[in-house]
């Protein structure tokens, strides 16, 4: 649970290298429009680039779940 806390810190505050302490290195996001980003430092350079670009950037967790043994579910969202 707390690894969940610290990527979502590091993702509103946009510290990349906290962000990237938090992912093993064969993370793979499948986006809305089923893009793919594989990789630690490609979906951090991703995330870089995209972030920023919003303006007013807003990222409100509700709730984390933790789901044993090694999962979890996190309602959020972002604005």
Do not use: N
Not at 6 to 18: C, H, M, S, T, V
């Amino acid at each position: 649970m707390r690894i969940l806390e610290r990527y979502f810190d590091a993702l509103r505050a946009q510290d990349w290298g906290a962000l990237a302490s938090c992912l093993s290195d064969d993370v793979h996001r499948t986006g809305p429009y089923l893009d793919e980003v594989r990789g630690r430092q490609p979906y951090v350079d991703f995330l870089a680039k995209v972030l920023p670009s919003l303006l007013g950037y807003e990222l409100e967790v509700s709730r984390i779940r933790e789901v044993p043994p090694h999962s979890a579910i996190v309602e959020l969202s972002e604005t």
